[in-house]
């Protein structure tokens, strides 16, 4: 089946440094992809839907400058967390599909514990 | 737009019980509906979806969900409960309007106990 690797699984970083999470699709072409981020006991919140070679669509009140996705090829997404700071500490999770797929489901990746200190 | 309700944000459940998790939706075109779980800190791994077909799904682990339109529920049951389906499972829609774009419920929050 359709696997999706997200790495890291759990990174600590200085504030004010920048993080960088890869998302894969292993075993087939993820023409788009989802970002999520999620708080202790709280649901998914979708941050930003990214599409191979084109800019991230971002939701509402998510900053684009400080969560920057590059979608580069059909099997690699990255979100990078810039100047992070201890609010930023997260589980971010990461979903792909491709075309055709769309609303047969989704594949997620194994999430990033993000911890700023 | 498109919504889902998940009507108990944690269940308690005996082992070899069967396990009820209530699911509610509102989408203005004809919805995908999906049930995932999430063990700690472990990214989503799907049990079921509709996509109009069968209207009773069968997914993994014994669970399985029936789509009632005229209710706009999509609950989730499993006849006996195992301790390793403790875990968050997330109810979602997806619509045709949406782009593809999931809308997850709250969670709820299944203990299982001996």
């Known amino acids: 089946g359709a696997v999706v690797s997200q790495h890291p699984s759990r990174v600590i970083c200085k504030s004010g440094t920048s993080v960088k999470i890869e998302c894969r699709s292993l075993d087939f072409q993820a023409t788009t992809m989802f970002w999520y981020r999620q708080f202790p006991k709280q649901s998914l919140m979708l941050m930003a839907t990214s599409n191979e070679g084109s800019k991230a669509t971002y939701e509402q009140g998510v900053e684009k400058d400080k969560f920057l996705i590059n979608h580069a090829s059909l099997t690699l997404s990255t979100l990078t967390v810039t100047s992070a700071h201890p609010e930023d500490s997260s589980f971010y999770i990461c979903?792909?599909?491709?075309?055709?797929?769309?609303?047969?489901?989704?594949?997620f990746g194994s999430g990033t514990r993000l911890t700023v200190v | 737009a498109q919504s889902v309700t998940q009507l108990d944000s944690h269940v308690s459940v005996s082992e070899g019980t069967p396990v009820l998790l209530r699911c509610n939706y509102s989408s203005s075109y004809s919805p995908s509906l999906f049930w995932y779980v999430q063990h700690p800190n472990k990214g989503l791994q799907l049990l079921l979806k509709?996509?109009?077909?069968?209207?009773l799904v069968k997914g993994i682990n014994g669970f399985e969900a029936e789509f009632k339109k005229s209710e706009t529920s999509f609950h989730l049951t499993k006849p006996s409960a195992h301790m390793s389906d403790a875990a968050e499972y997330f109810c979602?829609?997806?619509?045709?309007?949406?782009?593809?774009?999931?809308?997850f419920g709250a969670g709820t929050q299944v203990v299982v106990t001996p």
């Open positions: 979602v829609v997806s619509g045709s309007d949406s782009w593809g774009k999931l809308q």
């Open positions: 509709y996509t109009s077909a069968a209207t």
């Open positions: 979903s792909a599909s491709s075309a055709g797929q769309i609303n047969y489901g989704y594949t």
